[in-house]
Nanobody
């Protein structure tokens, strides 16, 4: 019954910005830590960012630190990924995921720690 609906992907020039959204339905949004992953062609799916059920705990993969920001809007049951200073190497299919494991402060980074996944949205950064 839990569904994740993504939006915001598209084509952007290097140095530009893009904001991804992922709306969660089916259960109370606060039950889930929310993460973003990405997968480029021919590469493994990679952890990008995570935010805990309570928004004070965050984690990012090193390659996006200082450029990407994950946030959540609890009244809208939506998680965002603000991507600034985009690089061609950021090009990938981006997936949002929800984890109902752990505590309110859990910040999972492994795919196996997530229970629900969105359909993915393409982000292409031109050079």
């Amino acid at each position: 019954q839990v569904q994740l609906v993504e939006s915001g992907g598209g084509l952007v020039q290097a140095g530009g910005s893009l904001r991804l959204s992922c709306a969660v339905s089916g259960r109370t949004f606060s039950n889930y830590a929310m993460g973003w992953f990405r997968q480029a062609p021919g590469k493994e799916r990679e952890f990008v960012a995570v935010i805990s059920r309570i928004a004070g705990r965050l984690n990012y993969t090193d390659s996006v630190k200082g450029r990407f920001t994950i946030s959540r809007d609890s009244p809208k049951n939506t998680v965002y990924l603000q991507m600034n200073s985009l690089k061609p190497e950021d090009t990938a299919v981006y997936y949002c995921a929800a984890s109902q494991r752990g505590s309110y402060y859990f910040i999972p980074e492994g795919e196996y720690e997530y229970d629900y996944w969105g359909q993915g949205t393409q982000v292409t950064v031109s050079s």
